[in-house]
């Protein structure tokens, strides 16, 4: 593919320690960086410090940032720019299904057939949107979805559960070329980090923002449990701090995912991540950091966690019910010889999810549709 320029459409301010999309960059862009001639990752503008902004330090890569982060101005200059800047023959990859792929749909109706628009779906906003904007809000998202997959010569998904979420819903608006691209490790530093001791108390540890829609709230009151008090002890790395302030949770730090011992920690990882309506969210790549990392997990028994584990590498309880999950707990520990082979299968299963086989479904996609 020699001779092509990639346009990475994000909303994202591309910063150091971010969110899904900065970890996925980071393992990515150094993957296709000598596929492509030229890579333009467009971002939005970021007030915090400099030393925090992601870099990419090759030379046929450049970021460039082009308005605060607001969805107007994001769809009026990403568009511009793009309109005035891409080619015939260039890509156009569109890094969500919402308003980066309105951006991406907008310039394809410019240009038709001479550019291949991508869109890469890590999610489905118009079902995570409902808490924030309500009905109309989702109602508006959806159509803009499926003017995104209209205008998509190819449509990748991050995990089983947003691509059969799509194929139920949406069957009419994909493309023919469709395909699931889990997300991956950044490198393989995890595997190195020692076993678990698995000595008592157990560490049962969180990683990530403190928030209910990660499933903070179930961490938060699990911790709280008096059964539990004295086989396990709970500890959380994360932000913000002050969301901890009145549980019985250890706090350990901001999470650094630049940090490949943070998992060291913990003996037990918690993925409490909640479909709540939502349906899908990909595969994690804290999930995988753990796994890799030999942690065992523990989580509810969804869609999303179904996309890498099973019960051989963790254990499972139904979603949302805590009382099953403090039994579940209490069987693990007079049972914690059961740990050590599921620590060992965690780490087996993640050998599956390497950046180079990433990037490598991610060419021979892009092969299949250009």
């Known amino acids: 593919m020699k001779g092509l ?19 996925w960059l980071s393992y990515f862009i150094p993957g296709i960086v000598n596929t492509f001639d030229e890579i333009q990752i467009l971002a939005v503008e970021f007030d915090g410090a400099r030393e925090e902004l992601q870099k990419f330090d090759f030379s046929n890569v450049k970021i460039v940032r082009l308005c605060k982060p607001s969805y107007v101005d994001m769809l009026s200059k990403y568009s511009t ?3 005035e800047n891409i080619k015939s023959g260039d890509i156009l990859l569109s890094v969500g299904t919402g308003f980066q792929g309105l951006v991406g749909s907008m310039v394809k109706k410019v240009y038709r057939e001479s550019i ?3 869109t890469w779906s890590r999610g489905i906003p118009h079902r995570e949107i409902i808490e924030r904007r309500g009905t109309l809000g989702s109602l508006v998202m959806k159509q803009v979805e499926k003017r995104t997959f209209l205008s998509s010569n190819g449509v990748i998904f991050n995990g089983n559960d947003t691509y059969n979420y799509y194929h139920s819903k949406f069957q009419s608006y994909l493309p023919k070329n469709t395909v699931v691209i889990p997300n991956a490790l950044r490198n393989d530093s995890y595997f190195q980090n020692p076993d678990p001791s ?35 002890k709970f500890c959380a790395w994360g ?21 490949f011992e943070v998992y060291i920690g913990s003996d037990i990882v918690a993925f409490f991540l909640p479909t709540r309506g939502i349906f899908g969210g990909g595969v994690s790549h804290s999930l995988l950091e753990a796994m890799a990392s030999g942690r065992v997990i523990l989580g509810w028994d969804n869609q999303i966690l179904r996309n890498v584990v099973d019960e051989k590498c963790a254990y499972l309880a139904p979603q949302g019910n805590l009382a099953s999950t403090e039994k579940k707990l209490l069987d693990i520990y007079a049972r914690k010889d059961d740990l050590i082979e599921k620590s060992y299968a965690a780490r087996q299963k993640a050998k599956n999810y390497t950046a180079e086989r990433h990037v490598s479904m991610f060419i021979d996609f892009i092969n299949r549709v250009y």
């Open 81 to 83: 720019y793009l309109t």
């Open 239 to 259: 932000w913000p701090e002050d969301e901890i302030n009145k549980s019985p949770i250890k706090y350990m730090g901001k999470y650094n995912n630049d940090d």
């Open 116 to 118: 291949i628009h991508i």
């Open 5 to 23: 320029r990639l346009y990475i459409i994000t909303s994202s301010q591309l910063v150091k320690y971010g969110g899904g999309t900065d970890t």
């Open 198 to 232: 698995f000595s008592s108390p157990l560490t049962i540890g969180y990683y990530g923002r403190f928030v209910k829609t990660r499933g903070f709230d179930y961490f938060v009151e699990l911790s709280k449990s008096q059964i539990l008090k004295g086989r396990y």
